[in-house]
């Protein structure tokens, strides 16, 4: 027999019973993102670039790092955003208020946005990922209009 749940509230079969689901009821594939912002203030110029943006300028630039998990602690969450947000700034501190270009890993390539995220993601992955957690992306802004992100 069909069934229809609250999501076809505007469906107008009433022979069709209405079964509420409970959230606990969880779908064998379902899966969760979850998303924290932070931030970081340096300086960078752009290698092998013809215009303003070769010069030493800087940014506060804007990390949005996002990861899945597939299951939830007792409390309902993936992952504390306390412990996401904290453990990001922690490895964050690593660029904060630097010479990007100066660091080891922005020696032989550019500290453009897109490598800044694809560096922060490897870096963040190893932090991160285990048997309930993944990393999906990072996104960097340089500021609120122009950003990078990067994901597998």
């Known amino acids: 027999m069909p069934v229809r ?14 079964v509420v689901i409970s959230p606990l009821e969880q779908k064998v594939n379902e899966m969760y993102r979850l998303m924290i912002r932070t931030s970081f203030a340096a ?8 215009g303003d943006c070769e010069n030493l300028h800087g940014h506060n630039w804007k990390v ?9 602690d007792k409390a309902g969450l993936g992952i504390d955003f306390k412990i996401l947000k904290a453990k990001t700034n922690a490895f964050l501190t690593t660029l904060d208020h630097k010479y990007l270009n100066e660091l ?16 922060l993601y490897f ?18 802004w340089e500021s609120d209009n122009a950003g990078a992100s990067y994901f597998e």
């Open 64 to 72: 949005e790092v996002a990861v899945s998990t597939k299951e939830l």
């Open 43 to 50: 300086a960078h110029c752009l290698n092998n670039y013809q």
């Open 104 to 119: 080891p890993p922005f020696k032989e390539s550019s500290p453009s946005s897109e490598n800044i995220a694809s560096y």
């Open 123 to 140: 870096e963040l992955s190893r932090i991160f990922n285990d048997q309930n957690i993944k990393l999906e992306s990072v996104t960097v």
């Open 5 to 18: 749940t609250l999501s076809d509230k505007f469906c107008e079969e009433p022979n069709i019973p209405l």
